[in-house]
């Protein structure tokens, strides 16, 4: 209430949008609305608001959709180069926004290993993680990013990293004003059970 920014809107409108590659990866993944919000821990309205751009999705829904779809965050993003070289060079990375946050690809499509840099900025919390399996590491680059880590709470400034298992729900949120810069690295773990990893639908709407 009394916001300065909404989370609805896309703060700047010449960054691609994320919906036409959600709605066109479940279809290739031949999965209804229903199935693959179910899967994902959606509801299947909140899903389809996904895919029609009236909602954004956060990092948790992204990683959690890319399980489901089995793809990565970064097709997920619109990233459709199949064999990009082993460098990437950070003027050719387009930033995509999502959920109020900013991505920038760090790392080549479909590695085991996706690497993403994120600018968090203020007031813009993601949701929890339900857990699922895998690895997660990050390190801030700029600025100071609260971490919660289950029930613990670490703040950390440029230069600290945190490393911890995906099955511990976690919550990343920029401390000050100017926001904060993360360089965030996930490991993609695809196996017929990780649907069942990711906890039961909470909060689903009629």
Known sequence: MGSMSSSEAEPAADLPAVAPQLRALRRRASLTLEVAARAAGLSPAHLSRLETGQRQPSLPMLLALARVYGTTVSELLGETAADRDAVVVAADMEPTAAGGWTYRQAGAAGRAMQALRVQVPYGSQGDIVR????????????????????????????????????????????????????????????????????????????
Do not use: I, K, N
């Open 131 to 206: 857990v699922h399996p895998g690895e997660e590491w990050l390190y801030v680059l700029s600025g100071r990013l609260r971490l919660r880590l289950g029930d613990t709470a670490h703040l950390l400034g440029p230069g600290d990293s945190a490393h911890f298992d995906s099955l511990t729900p976690h919550r990343l949120a920029a401390q000050d004003h100017d926001g904060v810069e993360v360089l965030f690295v996930h490991t993609l773990l695809q196996s017929p059970t990780a649907t069942l990893c990711l906890g039961p639908t909470t909060g689903e709407m009629p």
